[in-house]
């Protein structure tokens, strides 16, 4: 299995069907991996992303903090499958000259890794191309020279490309 250092590019809150979706983009390159997570998860990302301490401890803060108070280290994560519309992932802990593969749900292991600074990577075939530039006329005005989207247009390209995605549709996807 061919494995891509990804990034986590965003956290998208779907307002018509309030569901989350975590955005990782590879980290040198544009493709991306939208996975759709549960609120909770949403939530934790959420709050790592910005920096944000928590109150008190959540699953993740308490899987960090075991995993070190047994002289371990969060390696890295890998998200390495998709299975009947459901991604699969594994957490790598390393102690002293061990590897163990934790079998996890890829929103536990982002928030793990986030909290561990540890990489996260994605099985090669898993990531899709990034949302396709809009006409360049459309985006430049009709015999106007093509221009470099700006951060926000490349942001709402994202929005309404995902608005498309249905989470069932990933188990249609050819590889």
């Not at 390696?75 to 790598?92: G, P, Q, Y």
């Amino acid at each position: 299995m061919n494995v891509v250092e990804v990034r986590v590019h965003g956290l998208i809150h779907e307002q018509k069907t309030q569901q989350n979706i975590v955005i990782l983009r590879e980290a040198s390159g544009e493709r991306i991996l939208p996975i759709w997570i549960g609120p909770g998860e949403a939530h934790a990302i959420r709050r790592l992303l910005a920096d944000e301490a928590f109150p008190r401890p959540m699953t993740h803060d308490l899987l960090h903090i075991v995993i070190e108070g047994m002289k371990a280290r969060t390696s890295k994560i890998v998200i390495t499958d998709l299975r009947e519309n459901t991604f699969f992932a594994s957490i790598f802990v390393e102690r002293e000259s061990e590897v163990l593969s934790i079998d996890a749900r890829p929103s536990d292991s982002i928030a793990l890794a986030l909290r561990a600074k540890a990489p996260i990577y994605v099985n090669e075939k898993l990531l899709q191309p990034p949302p396709r530039e809009e006409d360049e006329e459309t985006v430049a005005g009709e015999g106007a020279p093509p221009r470099e989207l700006t951060a926000e247009e490349k942001a709402e390209q994202l929005r309404r490309y995902l608005e498309k995605l249905n989470p069932e549709d990933f188990g249609k996807f050819q590889f």
